[in-house]
């Protein structure tokens, strides 16, 4: 797919939740886009998504990986996924999507990631689904009206 038609960028609490038991639903569910995503060779991630998700498992969740397994994590991610790096271009088209879309700064780095990338789909909890800005177009995995064949995730 080289105009990153149809490429997935898997949000941060998309890879928190399926490390996270607290919440059997959304691990499972979790877990199903991440291996469908990886699967199908469509999983993107930003290194900001890399980042968070280590700070988020270490030190915030109630059961806490080890470093050394968390470190395993994104190595397995950095390895199966298409990382975007956050390069000042990113960080420039962040803060036009703040200006213009009145997107939050880091919701806005994910996106101009993915925007810069030609990726098609956001898949997140922490924007409305099915707003298209620019091109992506933020899909709430978690939420009712998800619809795993609309982005072809069906097993």
């Not at 270490?58 to 397995?76: D, K």
């Not at 700064?105 to 996106?111: K, P, T």
């Not at 789909?121 to 064949?149: Q, W």
């Amino acid at each position: 797919m080289s105009n990153g038609s149809g490429r997935l960028l898997l949000d941060t609490n998309v890879l928190v939740y399926a490390h996270d038991p607290r919440n059997r639903r959304k691990q499972e569910l979790a877990l199903t886009v991440l291996d469908r995503a990886i699967a199908t060779e469509r999983a993107t991630v930003s290194a900001q998504n890399l980042s968070e998700f280590f700070v988020v498992v270490t030190q915030r969740l109630p059961e806490r990986l080890e470093v050394r397994a968390a470190l395993r994590q994104v190595e397995h991610f950095a390895a199966s996924c298409r990382v975007l790096e956050v390069t000042a271009l990113v960080v420039l088209e962040a803060c036009r999507g703040v200006q213009v879309h009145g997107l939050s700064f880091w919701d806005a780095q994910i996106w101009a990631a993915a925007r810069l990338d030609q990726t098609t789909y956001v898949l997140t909890e922490d924007a409305e689904h099915g707003r298209s800005v620019e091109g992506v177009t933020f899909l709430d995995p978690f939420g009712p009206r998800f619809d795993a064949r609309a982005v072809d995730l069906r097993a």
